[in-house]
């Protein structure tokens, strides 16, 4: 099993930056695929980035140019890199890792590849 730990988490005003960070420990392989997802009251999780087995990214539409997910699989940690935050990515931001590789898939959003292992949350509020 695969046990997540998010940090970074924090209030900002609109237009500002936040960095998340999410350790991994456990049986972790580097190949895993990962993400980050959110969440906000009332609505559905929605995936955020996703970085496949060969590190390619996936974002969604919504983040794209703005926020970068990267991975250090010497420290065994998955970040993800917001800028120029907007009211309306305030949510719970969770790490997650599916205990499988994952691959690139033309035209797919992060929402498409499923994870097995999820952390507890970390809350981005962002004000106007």
């Known amino acids: 099993q695969v046990q997540l730990e998010e940090s970074g988490g924090g209030s900002v005003q609109a237009g500002g930056s936040l960095s998340l960070s999410c350790a991994v420990s456990g049986k972790f392989y580097s190949h895993y695929c990962m993400g980050w997802f959110r969440q906000s009251p009332g609505k559905e999780r929605e995936g955020v980035a996703v970085v496949v087995s060969d590190g390619d990214r996936i974002y969604s539409d919504s983040v794209k140019g703005r926020f970068t997910i990267s991975k250090d699989n010497a420290k065994n940690t998955l970040y993800l890199k917001m800028n120029s935050l907007k009211v309306e990515d305030t949510a719970m931001y969770y790490c997650?890792?599916?205990?499988?590789?994952?691959?690139?898939?033309?035209?797919?959003?992060?929402?498409?590849?499923?994870?097995?292992?999820w952390g507890k949350g970390t809350q981005v509020t962002v004000s106007s």
């Open positions: 997650a890792a599916r205990r499988a590789a994952c691959y690139l898939v033309a035209d797919v959003g992060p929402d498409y590849y499923t994870m097995t292992d």
